[in-house]
């Protein structure tokens, strides 16, 4: 499994797990890691991950529970969460959890192992890097429908000096993580 969307100042991290089969076929096998990938690559992948897969599964962290429980702890729980569903829908294949990243899943009843920079060792956690990317970035292209101005559809909630710039005008949504520091400056003061 891997995330996507645990740095940026708004919007939610979405964890992908995905059960591949013991020998995918082209061009599932093309799956890098999504950061290496243009969006039109990840667009394709994305839909032959979803047909060759034997399970994928997306859970999220909401700014909110970002906020409340911190980046790190809202993640694990995310992905214990996608981990427990995906090896669900596997319909009884054996399923050894890999970790995109250097921490393994506290309380997660399923052999795991974490592997630093996963996505590019391993087809799976690329599989589950594309699933996430996608999913999130479609996310956060609705949410510039719902909060207009901000510019999420091409920052994606990332602090770079448009959105820093929309933050100052606008002061933060629904959707930003007010535990993050420039979220913080930018709220008016109580």
Not at 41 to 49: A, E, K, T
Not at 98 to 115: N, T
Not at 155 to 168: E, F, I, P, R, V
């Amino acid at each position: 499994m891997d995330e996507a969307g645990r740095g940026p100042l708004a919007g939610p991290v979405v964890v992908a797990a995905v059960v591949l089969p013991e020998e995918p076929r082209p061009p599932l096998t093309q799956a890098r890691d999504s950061k290496v990938m243009t969006p039109k690559s990840r667009q394709r992948l994305f839909g032959v991950v979803r047909s060759q897969a034997l399970a994928v599964s997306v859970a999220w962290a909401h700014p909110p529970v970002i906020d409340r429980d911190n980046i790190l702890a809202a993640t694990l729980a995310a992905m214990g969460r996608a981990a427990r569903r995906a090896a669900a829908k596997a319909g009884g294949a054996p399923v050894l959890v890999l970790v995109d990243g250097p921490r393994r899943v506290p309380g997660l009843p399923l052999p795991q192992e974490a592997v630093v920079d996963g996505d590019a060792k391993s087809l799976t956690i690329a599989a589950a890097s594309i699933v996430a990317k996608v999913v999130r970035d479609r996310w956060m292209q609705r949410l510039e429908r719902r909060r207009p101005g901000y510019g999420f559809s091409r920052h994606k909630g990332y602090g770079t000096k448009a959105h820093l710039d929309a933050l100052a005008r606008l002061g933060p949504c629904d959707a930003h993580r007010r535990s993050y520091a420039p979220v913080r400056r930018a709220a008016p003061p109580a």
